[in-house]
């Protein structure tokens, strides 16, 4: 059977309309899902390691008795660097270092200068205490997550690093616990869904509450992530995986039909968008799209996702396409053309940019370096990927002289007493020199 997705003409007039239509995605509002975590998070707040001890058992179909049996050990996160293959524990080394090479070039530091009256300004940059780092184990395991998450919070200087990651019926992936190993993680639950996140969010008797919660999940998760913050900072809301990609028609179609695969085999609602103006390339790469498919592992998962949301799209020109990409701001966007460089310039909003045809996001994913948690949704117009600038947080620093506080003074209370708080005023005037 062959695949049904959607063919649009940007010169069509009821094209922008078509577009957000396709785009549309808000899971995180179901009114039936904020019920059923709002009960959860209750219950987590009200009866701590029990509640999550019930919740675990019953989402993730296992038959726990203790808290304890809940937490991984670091001898086991150890072992497990001796029991995945050499290949696959040089990968994960591979990628660790590159992350945090890219990383360690974010790192911020504390700044100061003085006035000429002696008063000194500044920053002060502190990382924070304790993160938790949520780390998706339903569909699919993924180590990578764990480097991704997990090192800037460490190259930041934070000091407890706390992953979650659901293990259904009590099986973890060994490249998983090796990835924390490898990353630093301090200590590993096995517990997912919102009670994870509200045992984060709010603690229990063993679990200590954290100041940050980073990492994708499920649309329970989002929801839940939505619910506590406030009471916990939060890196974003994470929607469906989405790649958009321009292309001039002079890339393998079958190249760009697996860039399209790699992001719409994760999840039924993610997003897999082409945007070129040469209509018989989107014939060829439809074409290969039928004829890979077949050969695909998660072939359901693929195929619901592009009959469902994505998009073959001819463009008036490659500047059109640039244009209609920032109107989607997309997590992911390749650049598949022969000067990339030209339409580089004129991007503005996408969370993460693989430029030239031999840069596939895949690479992004996993082993680049920059990293893979990015904003989804549209956010890309005011959000930017998950950075060590995620785990620091700034303080203000102001020293006055004893003239500087009486200049000052006389400035403040002006404005102060113009907004009528006369405390405020009179604070800043009993420091005003007297002539």
């Known amino acids: 059977m062959m695949l049904e997705i959607n063919r649009f003409d940007a010169s069509e007039p009821d094209f922008n309309q078509k577009l957000e239509k396709l785009l549309a995605w808000d899971e995180v509002s179901d009114q039936s899902v904020i019920e059923s975590v709002q009960r959860i998070i209750s219950e987590v ?8 001890i019930t919740f675990t058992n019953r ?48 790192k911020q530091d504390s700044w100061q200068f003085v006035e000429e009256d002696g008063t000194q300004l500044g920053q002060k940059i502190t990382p924070l205490d304790r993160v938790g780092i949520y780390v998706p184990g339903g569909k699919a395991s993924y180590p990578s997550s764990v480097l991704m998450n997990a090192i800037p919070a460490k190259v930041a200087g934070v000091e407890e690093v706390v992953m979650v990651v659901p293990a259904p019926e009590g099986i973890l992936n060994d490249m998983v616990l090796a990835a924390a190993s490898i990353a630093g993680v301090d200590r590993v639950f096995t517990i997912g869904g919102a009670q994870a996140i509200a045992a984060l969010a709010y603690g229990t008797e063993s ?6 919660i980073v990492g994708p999940g499920n ?25 958009l990609v321009i ?13 399209m695969f790699s992001q719409a085999e994760h999840d039924e609602n993610a997003q897999a968008i082409l945007l070129t103006p040469d209509k018989d390339f989107l014939d060829a790469v439809e074409a290969s799209m039928n004829t890979l498919l077949q050969s695909m592992e998660r072939q359901s998962i693929i195929k619901a996702s592009l009959q469902g949301r994505a998009a073959l799209i001819r463009v008036d020109s490659l500047s059109h396409a640039v244009e209609i990409s920032n109107q989607i701001a997309p997590e992911h966007l390749e650049l598949s053309v022969e000067s990339p460089e030209l339409l580089l310039a004129d991007v503005r909003h996408a969370g993460a940019v693989f430029v030239g045809k031999y840069t596939a996001e895949a690479l992004g994913d996993y082993c680049a370096g920059p990293n893979h948690v990015l904003p989804t949704s549209g956010t890309a117009r005011f959000s930017s990927p998950l950075g060590v600038y995620d785990f620091q947080k700034r303080t203000s620093i102001i020293y006055c002289s004893k003239v500087g506080a009486s200049e000052l003074g006389k400035t403040a209370s002006v404005l102060a007493r113009g907004e009528s708080l006369s405390a405020h005023a009179l604070s800043a005037e009993y420091r005003i020199l007297k002539d």
């Not at 707040?45 to 999550?52: I, L, S, T």
């Not at 296992?62 to 001796?82: G, I, M, P, T, W």
């Not at 329970?220 to 992530?225: D, E, N, P, S």
Request: contains cysteine; aromatic residues 6%.
């Open 207 to 212: 679990v200590r509450k954290v100041d940050k």
């Open 59 to 106: 989402f993730d179909r296992r038959n726990v008795s203790s808290f304890a049996d809940l937490e991984v050990s670091r001898e086991h996160c150890q072992k497990a660097l001796q029991s995945v293959g050499k290949v696959q524990l040089e990968a994960l080394q591979k990628a660790a270092k590159r992350i945090r090479l890219y990383h360690e070039k974010q």
């Open 219 to 243: 649309v329970f998760v989002a929801t839940a992530k939505r619910a506590v913050f406030g009471q916990v900072g939060l890196d974003m809301i994470a929607g469906p995986s989405e790649i």
């Open 45 to 52: 707040r009200c009866n701590g390691d029990q509640a999550v």
């Open 247 to 259: 292309c001039d028609g002079k890339t393998d179609p079958d190249w760009i039909a697996m860039d």
